[in-house]
């Protein structure tokens, strides 16, 4: 079975710092490993993706990830956020089952850009 | 770009009633997905299907069920809503070409039961 950890369900930032969003997720086989976001009353959107190759993935909107296998973590980081940053964001792994892609998510961290 | 339609943003019921949630895709994906949203839990998925009238049960499908007669198409059904299924519920859908296949995600069904 797989399961994320989302190790802060809130983060407010100062407008221009930095971010980074914790994510730690266990398995007992290879994963793939997505960041999605949330705007208020939307759905959710793909911010980045790591499949294999560079563990350095970038995304939409200046953020990056870092898959580090052997600490199971894909933090998400932003060097300055915008107030138009403020969302929810959600780690999530997906396994090597042929069919259905499903995805288990974690808790989600929400993020409060203040001016 | 693909686009996921949910019938509803926001829906009030009753306890007791049954409950349609109706869910479209416009790009010919393989998968679809519902998911409810609550607090604190992140999203966990309740049924999804890889192929039409083809279905799986997620993670928590107690009280739910599905239907996927079109490939456009899925459909969720609350048989008997109970005030603990008050939450937001997400469609999505996907490509069958494996996991690493993102899921696109409607805008999601506020259902409140009273």
């Known amino acids: 079975a797989q399961s994320v950890t989302q190790l802060d369900s809130q983060v407010p930032v100062f407008e221009e710092a930095p971010v980074e969003l914790r994510c730690n997720y266990s398995?007992?086989?290879?994963?793939?490993l997505f960041w999605y976001v949330q705007y208020p009353n939307q759905g959710l959107q793909l911010l980045l993706k790591y499949l294999s190759g560079s563990t350095l993935v970038k995304g939409i909107n200046g953020f990056e990830a870092e898959f580090n296998k052997s600490q199971t973590s894909f933090h998400l980081r932003k060097p300055s956020v915008h107030i138009s940053d403020t969302a929810e964001y959600f780690c999530?792994?997906?396994?090597?089952?042929?069919?259905?892609?499903?995805?288990?998510f974690g808790g989600g961290t929400r993020v409060l850009v203040k001016p | 770009d693909v686009k996921v339609t949910q019938s509803s943003r926001y829906l009030v019921k009753r306890t007791g009633e049954k409950v349609f949630l109706e869910c479209v895709q416009d790009?010919?994906?393989?998968?679809m997905f519902w998911y409810r949203q609550d607090p604190g839990l992140g999203l966990r998925l309740i049924y999804f299907?890889?192929?039409?009238?083809?279905?799986e049960k997620g993670d928590i499908p107690e009280g739910y069920s599905v239907s996927r007669e079109k490939k456009e198409r899925f459909s969720l059904i609350l048989e008997s809503a109970s005030t603990n299924q008050t939450s937001m519920y997400l469609c999505?859908?996907?490509f069958g070409g494996g996991p690493n296949q993102p899921q696109h995600f409607g805008d999601g069904t506020r259902l409140s039961i009273l």
């Open positions: 790009m010919d994906h393989e998968n």
């Open positions: 999505a859908s996907s």
């Open positions: 299907s890889y192929d039409v009238k083809m279905k």
């Open positions: 999530a792994v997906s396994g090597l089952r042929a069919a259905g892609n499903k995805l288990t």
């Open positions: 398995s007992s086989v290879s994963v793939y």
